[in-house]
């Protein structure tokens, strides 16, 4: 009894006669090109959510200021009305009422002050930065708008 054996190299070749490698590889090429698609439109969503979520703390920013100062200007007919009432010039039904406008604009700028505050927890994990160490100063936009020129837009282009 003899045993042979042959140990050589084996070469396995797969003919492409039908196209299989070449639609594998095309395929495989359109899959990267959809993850790189999906991988744009998320970071273009994620953009507009950033510039969203910014634009509405700028806009809260804005009511924040105007229900600041409705406050202080309640706050100050508060004391005027308070001074009537003690005077006897004026009812307790106005105090009453001046003291409820004061409450619902105070409880009106906590709210106020408790979605700006979300917006900007928002902002900050859009832009992956702790929310506790993140914050955007308060402030109000005062650009004026554009000078509109007068005619037709066609007027202003020059041959």
């Known amino acids: 009894m003899q045993n042979n054996f ?7 070749y797969e003919a492409g006669l039908s196209g299989r490698v070449r639609r594998e590889v ?8 959809q993850a790189e698609a999906d991988f744009e439109n998320t970071r273009l969503l994620l953009t ?8 509405a703390t700028r806009e809260l920013d804005a009511e924040l200021a105007v229900v600041r100062h409705s406050l202080e200007l309640q706050r ?5 009305i308070t001074s009537r009432h003690d005077l006897g010039f004026a009812m307790g ?4 009422q001046q003291q409820a406008l004061v409450d619902a604009s105070a409880t009106q700028l906590e709210l106020l002050d408790y979605q700006r505050a979300q917006y900007e927890h928002a902002i900050a994990t859009l ?4 929310a506790p160490g993140f914050a955007i100063p308060a402030a109000l936009a ?8 007068v005619g037709l837009p066609s007027d202003s282009i020059v041959p």
């Open 6 to 12: 042959e140990l050589g190299p084996t070469v396995n």
């Open 26 to 33: 095309e395929r495989a090429r359109a899959s990267a090109q």
């Open 48 to 55: 507009a959510q950033l510039v969203t979520d910014y634009f």
């Open 76 to 80: 100050d007919a508060l004391g005027f």
């Open 93 to 96: 039904l106005d105090l009453a």
């Open 127 to 130: 832009l992956g930065t702790p």
């Open 142 to 149: 005062t650009s004026s708008l554009p000078a509109i020129p």
